[in-house]
């Protein structure tokens, strides 16, 4: 097989970058290494900033978010039993929107199915031979037998454990990592949310956050420690610690019904620098991970994708590699502002696990500062609804 770009991994990266691709006319192929129902249960993240909305709108694959999507105002901030509004349009004129990761690839998948470039499931790169040279190899592995793709251009978008990074060399390659000292317990409920916003909650126990997936399903999470494990969390226990951390001085209650799927995610932040070696890019998860506190990791992934999209446009239209020379800079510039946002949200809202007395007082210092100061929760609202693309 040839391409022009070969793309290695079917989430919302690989997907989106394949529509616009598509839409420019440029040829590609998508390898998934999963098969399309597992990729399509996957539960992630849900929070859109505008940029994100606007991309999937400009890919043509906004129809169903357009009809279903949920617009929000703003977040809830809870501390010291006090609800505290961050009002969106009034320090930034932006909104953001709820609309589950899950539903984002059904709707690119069969987009992709229906009219689109190949895009195979159960196709396992296994290598990328000559990345530096003008026609790199993705080798794979496809209906029982190592095939190969022969592209111009190669994207990883395998996410955080695929093979795309490892190719590059070592002398090339900078990480930076850095671990925190816990998860988050997340379920799936049928029941309305009790919130008409999200709601960050820094409770005495712990962070937890109240999220939804439609009017009748909510997403919530509880910090819990590393390697906790779900069945140490019976249905009630976890209902009784968001109803605790979340309570308030005042009236709220907070709504409880059947749990449908329960998993524990640990936390991390990593950036691999650059996010181009010769002709293979990185995009998403491949390159960088975020802790979710700031719901930055979906919103990051479209980032790039609409960087590369433009790159490759550029490429085709006038024969130029200016933007994709100039694309790792780019990315890079914004995957280090998300870095720092997701980090200052998860540091500021959980419980430190060794009770230090003086974070702890660091950290109601820094959400004071937010609920008094409307410049410093502009700044939190910028970074939230989305930094501008850095072209
Ligand atoms: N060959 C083919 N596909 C692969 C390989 C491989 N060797 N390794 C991994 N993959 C596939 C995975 O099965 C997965 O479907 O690559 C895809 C990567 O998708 P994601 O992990 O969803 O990463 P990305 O598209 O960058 O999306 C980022 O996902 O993890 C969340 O919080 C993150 O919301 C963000 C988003
Ligand atoms: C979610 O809806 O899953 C979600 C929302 C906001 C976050 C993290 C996760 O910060």
Redo the contacts with the bound molecule.
Sequence with gaps: MRTTVGIIGGGPAGLLLARFLHRAGIDCVVLEARTRAYVERRQ????LEQGTVDALREAGAAERLNAEGLVHQGIELRFDRERHHIDFPTLTGRTVT?Y?QTEIVKDLVALQLADGPPLLFEAEALGIEKPESASPVVRFLHEGREQTLTCDWVVGADGFHGISRDTFPAAVSRTYERGYPYSWL?ILADVAPSCEE?I?ARGRGGFA?H???SPHVS?L?LQVPNDSDPEDWPDDRIWDELAARFAIDGDWTLDRGPITAKSVTPMRSFVHEPMRHGRLLLAGDAAHIVP????KGLNLAVSDVRVLARAFAELHRTGSERLLDTYSDTCLERVWQATRFSYDMTKMLHAQPDGDAFENRMQLARLRRITASRHAAAELAANYTGLPLMT
Excluded: D, K
């Design positions: 992630r993240a849900g929070m709820i589950a997340g999200l960050y956050l999220s939804m997936r997403r999470y979710p506190t700031g719901a």
